[in-house]
């Protein structure tokens, strides 16, 4: 999740750049570099890495041009882009996912990160009792998803549940109490709800990591020209947090196009399909509805969108690398 | 007179210690900071108060009143109808095989990726970089074949493998990050000292990099107790089930007896909750080194 920060591959001034030559004739000398000397090293984290995450996502691309159960006892059937015609045309839910996924990636890029910018900069001045501040807003995010769901579940419940308890102390509503996961066009931002929950506190955690980074004088002496509070954020901390906002905005993303655990817990991708996402989708198809085929053509779908997404991070990442060093 | 007195009052806040007008500013700050943290505690406490109320206080009184008996038999009759023992076993041997043993191979690979020169090693980081941010649902399907076709569905090694993989890339990307900057010094007195690369990185990198190591420990242990899809798929019987699985299950199984439910859910996540708790400083130092420094 990191910048890509190799400082060997970077344009650098003739100085710096010639002592990696140095180190590498000795290390040549001495006869410990090359690849044949780093593989004992390397070759289990890339065995593991290529057998149970490459060769699999590659599969998945190449299972979604086939009609399959799932069964080792069935047959394969190259079908070719039947799938995705299928997909594309006959299948509503895929849609539904398709927008709640993008619903769900535009909102957390809004809402857990300026939640968690607001958090950082407020617990960032000394104040009485800021660690626990801290830590209430952090612990929701290392608590498992699936007990997350069940605890905001209950939350919900239509009887007994917080929100409608709080609905009919206000007299909100016809007195039924809240039915907000039962209810198709509310139930994805019920669970989003969730999500906030679970995740503002980590962006909050990054962006306190980034405050570290911004220079006391230059908010001081800022202060000492007379630049308000708005100012000096606008001007002094904001830039200098640049690299971390970029950072929560691909996790943020990333936590986002792979949400499922909360989902599965809270609606199970209902009612009538309403809160689907494409990761659920995928899993829905492939192991509830016994079809490889349509479940690896979501998969798929899900691996383009996000390689759209990241990548461009990726490679303004290594720029960013080269125009720094 | 007005215009005599404003710029002194404003000279000597500048100097001095900040005295009225801040100190009420930061008052109402904190009184902001308390009521959202009193909202984002409120989950857990009415789980919590939940899971001490009998039945008849669940349906009769409201969601934040204290019982005034605890009804600790909901933590009894969860611990013997749903499946938490069991399934804490499995998830403790899981994260203690994993989180040591894919570390170890993650900073390997991290130290031939920083120490060893060879042609592709950005080609490689590259690669570990994009895994890290491509959803484990992509995979699913493959992945369960594949696993099948080893023999390991229902067996911990079936997931302890698959999780090894998954956790590799974050892992590799921040060690990375954190190896470069162990002086390069180091390796030259010990090639010089005629050590090879094992040595330097058993001997030197490893123990000079405990901090990263002993965060990515901790991050790593929770995402392992954590995790769900994988384990969804790989585990279907209940004999082999994780926490979450057993959370899950417990749920769907007896929907509506709320305190039993609920205190499922508190003991599922007491674990994670004691870990964060005895090693707070590490989830910052984590975040620190994965996001920041690197």
């Known amino acids: ?325 | 007179m007005s215009t005599a007195t404003l710029p002194r009052t404003r000279s000597r806040s500048r100097v001095q210690a900040p005295k009225n007008p801040r100190d009420y500013v930061r008052i109402g700050l904190w009184i902001a900071l308390a009521i959202v943290m009193v909202i984002w505690a409120m989950p857990m406490v009415f789980v919590f108060l939940t899971s001490i109320k009998s039945e008849a206080d669940i349906f009769s009184t409201s969601s934040f009143a204290i019982p005034g008996a605890p009804e600790w038999q909901n933590y009894a009759e969860a611990l013997a109808t749903g499946n938490l023992m069991t399934a804490g076993g499995n998830s403790l041997l899981i994260a203690l095989v994993k989180v040591p043993v894919g570390l170890f191979i993650a900073a390997a690979a991290a130290f031939a990726l920083s120490r060893i020169r060879f042609k592709y090693d950005t080609l490689i980081l590259g690669a570990f970089a994009l895994g890290s941010m491509v959803p484990i649902q992509v995979a699913l399907g493959p992945l369960f074949k594949t696993i099948l076709d080893m023999g390991l569905l229902n067996n911990p090694l079936g997931v302890i493998l698959p999780y090894i993989g998954f956790g590799l890339p974050m892992q590799v990307f921040i060690l990375h990050g954190f190896f470069t900057q162990v002086p390069k010094e180091i390796d030259e007195s010990v090639r010089v000292d005629g050590g090879g690369n094992l040595r330097l990185f058993l001997q030197f990198i490893l123990p000079l990099s405990k901090p990263a190591l002993a965060a990515l420990f901790i991050l790593d242990f929770v995402a392992t107790w954590n995790e769900y899809a994988i384990a969804l798929v790989i585990l279907q019987n209940k004999a082999s089930q994780t926490v979450p699985l057993a959370i899950q299950s417990f749920q769907s199984q007896f929907t509506s007896s709320y305190g039993p439910l609920n205190a499922f859910t508190i003991m599922s996540i007491l674990p994670v909750l004691i870990i964060y708790l005895l090693f707070q400083r590490y989830f910052v130092q984590g975040m620190f080194t994965g996001a920041v420094k690197g």
Request: no cysteine; proline share 6%; hydrophobic share 50%.
């Open chain 1, 1 to 325: 999740m990191t910048k890509l920060t190799d400082t060997r591959f970077t344009a650098q001034p003739p100085a710096p750049r010639s002592r990696p030559h140095q180190k590498k004739n000795l290390v040549q000398r001495i006869g410990k570099g090359g690849f044949i000397a780093s593989l004992p090293f390397l070759a289990p984290a890339l065995a593991a890495y290529v057998v149970f995450v490459i060769a699999p996502m590659i599969s998945a691309v190449r299972l979604s041009l086939y009609q399959w159960s799932g069964y080792n006892t069935d047959p394969q059937v190259f079908v070719g882009f039947k799938n995705y015609v299928r997909l594309f045309t006959q299948d509503p839910v895929f849609w539904t996912s398709v927008q709640n996924t993008v619903i769900w990636v535009v909102l957390s890029i809004i809402i857990p990160t300026s939640l968690g910018l607001v958090m950082a900069l407020a617990l960032n001045q000394p104040l009485v009792g800021r660690n626990l501040f801290r830590s209430v807003f952090y612990i929701p995010g290392v608590l498992a998803p699936i007990a997350v769901a069940n605890m905001w579940r209950w939350m919900y419940n239509p009887n007994y549940g917080v929100f409608s308890e709080i609905s009919k102390t206000l007299h909100i509503g016809d007195g039924s109490g809240v039915t907000f996961l039962s209810d198709p066009k509310v139930a994805i931002y019920a669970v989003f709800a969730a999500f906030v929950w679970q995740i503002a506190g980590l962006n909050m955690v990054l962006f306190l990591a980034g405050l570290q980074g911004v220079s006391k004088e230059l908010v001081e002496s800022a202060r000492l020209d007379g630049a308000n509070n708005w100012q000096v954020f606008r001007n002094v901390t904001l830039p200098a947090l640049r690299p971390t906002v970029v950072i929560v905005m691909v996790l943020t993303i990333v936590h986002s196009i792979k949400v499922f655990d909360l989902i599965v817990g809270m609606t199970g991708g209902g009612p009538a399909q309403s809160s689907q996402v494409l990761a659920l989708w995928s899993y829905t198809q492939s192991f509830l509805n016994h079809d490889f085929g349509l479940g690896n053509a979501v998969a798929t779908v899900l691996l383009v969108v996000t390689l759209i997404l990241v990548v461009p991070y990726l490679i303004w990442s290594t720029k960013g690398a080269d125009d720094h060093r």
